[in-house]
């Protein structure tokens, strides 16, 4: 697998190839819209819905305004709990961290709950350099796995998938990681779940250390939340003697009253469900499990640094935003190069990267500004404001050379009625010579869209004429 | 009431069919209509495709040129979108009493019948920003279930965008286009013989796309369909 | 320690912004949601939620009844007797293998809390449920809520919950919808969920 993404082309690019991909289209199209109606339908039913999200965006906020208070009193709460902190500056250090736990207990098997964090850190690569293989016990992720594949969504990496090409893969490649896929496998979905179902259950039930991420972790009383719906988690958080979770600084929430708030946010949000079927909250050691917490930055502060893109870091990673997204229904995920894709990714991978790419600088312009996503974002972090405000830094780093100089010469005719004027009677002069194609960056128009003509009065000279009557 | 009009740089270029409507239809339902031909552009472009300092000054301008005004109507839902809630993050005060033209009737004049007649079916796309940054909500409806012979038609999708995005358009084309494919699709599936929206920006993307397509579904903005009646029909 | 320095540092520079005399409580956080709510019966509510998430509802029936269809159940020993009658009671004492636990035919307990708008069970690891891995290895789980157990809202169960204790919150059976957002029950949990209201 390589969740790495190095040299991926910009976005415009990787998405026209993802557009051409009928298969593909149809695939998020379905599950797109399958879902956004599952979380509208659940939303409608809450009646304090508006409430609940001005509470969510308060209180993230509130976190990270004191954000270094809240980490010293998580990592006190944890400690006191009987469990380990350790704090991870890059992703690097996270991995190093997990290696030397993993292998402190002799252990060269770890089983994993899904996880963004150690996802974009590249945690099972890192882990596999040195010998020890992580499973991954999602079934998307699964999928992904076993596919040799990337993940395009942050609930459903294997979105971009069908029942049928689920069932290949599960065919192909179960054996060589373990348990066979079942003979006979069909397609349908109960089929496919189960096949999973036996193909990891022997691995849980001997696994002994574990690595998650974390949904929440509450400053207040060091409890870790993991939201989740197959018992993949459970068995990932309970069964091994040993728990490693991975968790971005940015996960805090103040106080255990706080999670009322979330607990109703983030499961209506994220899998349109009025709860998840399961949820895991532990605190420190429990049940005598040994506990470790890696605290990962990981650019985090470099987002937090910045006054209007720090909303970014409330972001529940429920993914409401991608199933809103009319950009990333078309595109699919991979195309936004990294682990977050869609509005979100479009807003909080060049933050977290810093703009190292001509693919992280093509990112705020991967939205047409339509606003859906703002509307069904729990924590209303506003993406389009975030969109705007990092476009402004792209174009200030003088990125686009030919396009400053023509939005320059635009701003110069318009800043000048007459200038304007002379403009548009040029242009109705020669409305009989509007070429079928418009030349340079403009022809990606007329490739698939007529241009009106010109017409041969402009509003204003029309005006001009009216008052001479 | 004095009222200005701000028929944005797209509408007076290309499509001042739609300017001389809102003219028409502001006239007929009693209002004093001006023109302050300083206007030239609300700087949307510059601001939407990261370039402030290039916005800043067409900003200034607009407020400059709408001052003083009882009220100010805009035939463009982004554009007012991008004077109401954009020029406060460029350090400009909007002019006082800015109203997309749907927003004007409705709230200010109180009409949501304006004596029109159009004897269409009719299909009605709302816009992103008209829906999600100035919340328009059944405003648009109201007023075109009002005009006399015209039959409106659901449109399927109604909330999704249409693609257009301004340089999105030009940046992302694959997609946008995509998107405006998608957009063709749910029109033609009304039935409708015109697709009316209230931003022309988006109708050059979908009309320009259904034309290309050769659809046979004729674009007209809100406006237009407001100001046609029986003697001076559209 | 040199890391955990370092991003205090980092978090503190970043937020340079912030007045040095703002506290975490001038933030503001608009606390205008319900925490409770009125409205359908409250175990009428429950049970169309749990059913709604495909889990078996039976309301005041015989425990035991139930648990003797079932063969052999791990059995917490805080569980009552009055629901044990015939029943085949597998103790976890010594503590079974995930392996043993894995051979059972089920697990029969008790809860913490319920929630009637989400159809949610909370466990916390009480001496009728036992730890945490009681109620995930055995393919079958019959959990007894009583009445007055049962809470509308989330708010109000969390109110009823310590932190201190782990917890698991049960909706249903497990299931996913990793498939083409097509939700298909019972996948690494229990593929049976019943319920006993009494």
Same mark, same amino acid.
């Given at each position: 697998?390589?969740?790495?993404?190095v040299g991926?082309?910009?976005?415009?690019?990787?998405?026209?190839?993802? *557009?051409?991909?009928?298969?593909?289209?149809?695939?998020?199209?379905?599950?797109?819209?399958?879902?956004?109606?599952?979380?509208?339908a659940?939303?409608?039913e809450q009646?304090?819905w508006?409430?609940l999200?001005?509470?969510?965006?308060?209180?993230?906020?509130?976190?990270?305004?004191?954000?270094?208070?809240?980490?010293?009193?998580?990592?006190?709460?944890?400690?006191?709990?009987?469990?380990?902190?350790?704090?991870?500056?890059?992703?690097?250090?996270?991995?190093?961290?997990?290696?030397? @736990?993993?292998?402190?207990?002799?252990?060269?098997? *770890?089983?994993?709950?899904k996880?963004?964090?150690t996802?974009e850190?590249?945690?099972?690569?890192?882990?596999?350099?040195?010998?020890?293989?992580?499973?991954?016990?999602?079934?998307?992720? @699964?999928? *992904?796995?076993?596919?040799?594949?990337?993940?395009?969504?942050?609930?459903?990496?294997?979105?971009?998938?069908?029942?049928?090409?689920?069932r290949?893969i599960?065919?192909?490649?179960?054996?060589?990681?373990?348990? #066979?896929?079942?003979?006979?496998?069909?397609?349908?979905?109960?089929?496919?779940?189960?096949?999973?179902?036996?193909?990891?259950?022997?691995?849980?039930?001997?696994?002994?250390?574990?690595?998650?991420g974390?949904?929440?972790?509450v400053?207040?009383t060091?409890?870790?939340?993991v939201?989740?719906?197959?018992?993949?988690g459970?068995?990932?958080?309970?069964? #091994?003697?040993?728990?490693?979770?991975?968790?971005?600084?940015?996960?805090?929430?103040?106080?255990?009253?706080?999670?009322?708030?979330?607990?109703q946010?983030l499961p209506?949000?994220?899998?349109?469900e009025?709860?998840?079927p399961?949820?895991?909250?532990?605190?420190?050691?429990?049940?005598?499990?040994?506990?470790?917490?890696?605290?990962?930055?990981?650019?985090r502060?470099?987002?937090?640094?910045?006054?209007?893109?720090?909303?970014?870091?409330?972001?529940?990673?429920?993914?409401a935003?991608?199933?809103?997204?009319?950009v990333?229904?078309?595109?699919?995920?991979?195309?936004?190069?990294?682990?977050? #894709?869609?509005p979100?990714?479009?807003? @909080?991978?060049p933050?977290?990267?810093?703009?190292?790419?001509?693919?992280?600088e093509?990112?705020?312009y991967?939205?047409?500004?339509?606003?859906?996503?703002?509307?069904?974002?729990?924590v209303?972090?506003n993406?389009?404001?975030?969109?705007l405000?990092?476009?402004?830094?792209?174009?200030?780093?003088?990125?686009?050379?030919?396009?400053?100089?023509?939005?320059?010469?635009?701003?110069?005719?318009?800043?000048s #009625?007459?200038?304007?004027?002379?403009?548009?009677?040029?242009?109705?002069?020669?409305?009989? @010579?509007?070429?079928?194609?418009?030349p340079?960056?403009?022809?990606?128009?007329?490739?698939?869209?007529?241009?009106p003509?010109?017409?041969?009065?402009?509003?204003?000279?029309?005006?001009?004429?009216?008052?001479?009557? | 009431?004095r009222?200005?009009?701000f028929v944005?740089?797209?509408n007076?270029?290309?499509?001042?069919?739609?300017?001389?409507?809102t003219?028409?239809?502001?006239?007929?339902?009693?209002?004093r209509?001006?023109?302050p031909?300083?206007?030239?552009?609300?700087?949307?472009?510059?601001f939407?495709?990261?370039?402030?300092?290039?916005?800043l000054?067409?900003?200034?301008?607009?407020g400059?040129?709408?001052?003083g005004?009882?009220?100010?109507?805009m035939?463009?839902g982004?554009?007012?979108?991008?004077?109401?809630?954009?020029?406060?993050?460029?350090?400009?005060?909007?002019?006082?009493?800015?109203?997309?033209l749907?927003e004007?009737?409705?709230?200010?004049?109180?009409?949501?019948?304006v004596?029109?007649?159009?004897?269409?079916?009719?299909?009605?796309?709302?816009?992103?920003?008209?829906?999600?940054?100035?919340?328009?909500?059944?405003?648009?409806?109201k007023?075109?279930?009002?005009?006399?012979?015209l039959?409106?038609?659901?449109?399927?999708?109604?909330?999704?965008?249409?693609?257009?995005?301004g340089?999105?358009?030009?940046?992302?084309?694959?997609?946008?286009?995509?998107?405006?494919?998608?957009?063709?699709?749910?029109?033609?599936?009304?039935?409708?013989?015109?697709?009316?929206?209230a931003?022309?920006?988006?109708?050059?993307h979908?009309?320009?796309t259904?034309?290309?397509?050769?659809?046979?579904?004729?674009?007209?903005?809100?406006?237009?369909?407001?100001?046609?009646?029986?003697?001076?029909?559209? | 320690?040199?890391?955990?320095?370092?991003?205090?540092?980092?978090v503190?520079?970043?937020?340079?912004?912030?007045?040095?005399?703002?506290?975490?409580?001038?933030?503001?956080?608009?606390?205008?949601?319900?925490?409770?709510?009125?409205?359908?019966?409250?175990?009428?509510?429950?049970?169309?939620?749990l059913?709604?998430?495909?889990?078996?509802?039976?309301?005041?029936p015989?425990?035991?009844?139930?648990?003797?269809?079932?063969g052999?159940?791990?059995?917490?020993?805080?569980?009552?007797?009055?629901?044990?009658?015939g029943?085949?009671?597998?103790?976890?004492?010594?503590?079974?293998?995930?392996?043993?636990?894995?051979?059972?035919d089920?697990?029969?307990?008790?809860?913490?809390?319920?929630?009637?708008?989400?159809?949610t069970?909370?466990?916390?690891?009480?001496?009728?449920?036992?730890?945490r891995?009681?109620?995930?290895?055995p393919?079958?789980?019959?959990?007894?809520?009583r009445?007055?157990?049962?809470?509308?809202?989330?708010?109000e169960?969390?109110?009823?919950?310590?932190?201190?204790?782990?917890?698991?919150?049960?909706?249903?059976?497990?299931?996913?919808?990793?498939?083409?957002?097509?939700?298909?029950?019972?996948?690494?949990?229990?593929?049976?969920?019943?319920?006993?209201?009494?």
């Amino acid at each position: 697998m390589s969740p790495t993404f190095v040299g991926m082309p910009p976005f415009p690019k990787a998405a026209a190839r993802a *557009v051409d991909n009928a298969q593909l289209r149809h695939n998020l199209h379905k599950a797109t819209h399958t879902i956004r109606d599952k979380r509208a339908a659940v939303v409608s039913e809450q009646p304090d819905w508006a409430a609940l999200r001005a509470a969510g965006a308060g209180l993230k906020t509130r976190v990270l305004r004191h954000l270094d208070d809240y980490l010293e009193q998580l990592e006190r709460a944890v400690e006191r709990a009987g469990g380990h902190v350790h704090w991870a500056a890059d992703g690097a250090e996270a991995n190093r961290i997990v290696l030397d @736990l993993v292998r402190a207990t002799g252990e060269t098997e *770890v089983v994993k709950v899904k996880s963004m964090a150690t996802q974009e850190i590249g945690l099972n690569e890192a882990l596999a350099e040195q010998g020890i293989t992580a499973y991954e016990t999602d079934l998307a992720e @699964l999928i *992904v796995q076993l596919g040799d594949d990337r993940p395009s969504h942050i609930l459903v990496p294997a979105i971009h998938r069908n029942r049928a090409e689920i069932r290949e893969i599960f065919q192909r490649a179960m054996a060589s990681w373990g348990r #066979p896929a079942p003979d006979g496998l069909t397609d349908e979905p109960r089929a496919l779940a189960e096949a999973a179902r036996l193909h990891l259950r022997e691995r849980f039930l001997s696994a002994k250390v574990g690595i998650s991420g974390a949904n929440f972790a509450v400053a207040e009383t060091g409890t870790l939340v993991v939201l989740e719906s197959e018992g993949n988690g459970r068995m990932c958080l309970t069964l #091994p003697e040993t728990l490693i979770s991975v968790v971005g600084i940015e996960k805090l929430v103040p106080t255990w009253q706080d999670l009322e708030v979330f607990m109703q946010l983030l499961p209506r949000s994220s899998t349109g469900e009025r709860m998840n079927p399961y949820t895991s909250m532990w605190t420190g050691a429990a049940e005598g499990q040994d506990f470790h917490l890696v605290l990962l930055d990981n650019g985090r502060t470099n987002v937090l640094a910045d006054e209007v893109g720090r909303q970014a870091l409330r972001c529940i990673r429920c993914s409401a935003c991608l199933n809103a997204c009319p950009v990333y229904e078309r595109a699919g995920g991979h195309a936004y190069g990294s682990v977050y #894709p869609g509005p979100i990714g479009a807003i @909080l991978t060049p933050q977290l990267r810093g703009f190292s790419s001509e693919l992280d600088e093509s990112l705020p312009y991967a939205s047409t500004l339509c606003g859906a996503c703002y509307d069904v974002c729990p924590v209303a972090i506003n993406i389009p404001e975030v969109l705007l405000h990092l476009r402004a830094e792209v174009a200030a780093s003088g990125a686009h050379k030919g396009e400053k100089l023509a939005m320059g010469a635009a701003r110069r005719v318009l800043s000048s #009625p007459g200038l304007l004027a002379a403009g548009q009677r040029t242009a109705g002069r020669f409305r009989k @010579l509007t070429p079928r194609r418009l030349p340079g960056p403009l022809a990606a128009w007329t490739d698939t869209r007529d241009i009106p003509a010109p017409p041969t009065q402009s509003f204003r000279d029309w005006w001009a004429s009216r008052e001479e009557k | 009431m004095r009222v200005a009009l701000f028929v944005t740089c797209v509408n007076d270029t290309l499509f001042p069919g739609t300017g001389r409507a809102t003219v028409r239809l502001l006239e007929r339902l009693g209002c004093r209509v001006e023109f302050p031909e300083a206007q030239t552009c609300c700087g949307q472009m510059h601001f939407n495709t990261g370039y402030r300092d290039d916005a800043l000054p067409l900003a200034r301008r607009v407020g400059e040129v709408f001052a003083g005004y009882d009220a100010v109507v805009m035939p463009s839902g982004s554009c007012a979108a991008m004077v109401r809630e954009w020029y406060p993050t460029l350090g400009v005060e909007p002019p006082s009493g800015v109203y997309e033209l749907a927003e004007f009737l409705v709230d200010v004049l109180k009409v949501e019948d304006v004596g029109a007649y159009f004897p269409h079916t009719v299909t009605y796309h709302p816009t992103c920003h008209s829906l999600r940054s100035l919340r328009l909500g059944e405003r648009p409806y109201k007023l075109l279930s009002a005009v006399r012979g015209l039959t409106l038609k659901p449109l399927g999708g109604s909330d999704e965008c249409c693609g257009f995005g301004g340089t999105f358009s030009l940046k992302n084309p694959a997609v946008s286009a995509a998107m405006g494919t998608d957009k063709v699709r749910n029109v033609l599936d009304t039935g409708a013989e015109v697709l009316c929206a209230a931003d022309n920006s988006c109708l050059m993307h979908i009309g320009g796309t259904m034309r290309r397509e050769r659809a046979g579904v004729r674009v007209m903005h809100l406006a237009q369909i407001l100001a046609s009646t029986e003697e001076n029909p559209a | 320690m040199g890391s955990r320095e370092t991003i205090l540092a980092r978090v503190r520079s970043a937020l340079a912004d912030v007045p040095s005399a703002e506290t975490p409580d001038d933030v503001p956080v608009p606390r205008d949601y319900q925490r409770s709510r009125s409205g359908l019966d409250l175990v009428e509510l429950l049970v169309d939620r749990l059913v709604d998430y495909r889990a078996v509802v039976h309301l005041d029936p015989s425990v035991a009844d139930l648990a003797r269809a079932r063969g052999r159940l791990m059995v917490p020993t805080g569980v009552p007797s009055e629901w044990l009658a015939g029943v085949e009671v597998v103790r976890d004492e010594p503590p079974l293998s995930a392996t043993e636990l894995d051979a059972l035919d089920g697990v029969l307990t008790g809860c913490a809390v319920a929630i009637a708008e989400t159809g949610t069970i909370v466990l916390d690891g009480g001496e009728d449920q036992g730890r945490r891995a009681l109620t995930l290895v055995p393919d079958y789980h019959l959990c007894v809520v009583r009445r007055d157990q049962i809470v509308r809202t989330v708010p109000e169960a969390l109110e009823r919950l310590d932190p201190s204790r782990p917890l698991t919150w049960i909706s249903g059976p497990s299931a996913t919808s990793d498939i083409e957002l097509d939700r298909v029950e019972g996948v690494h949990g229990p593929r049976t969920l019943e319920v006993a209201i009494l």
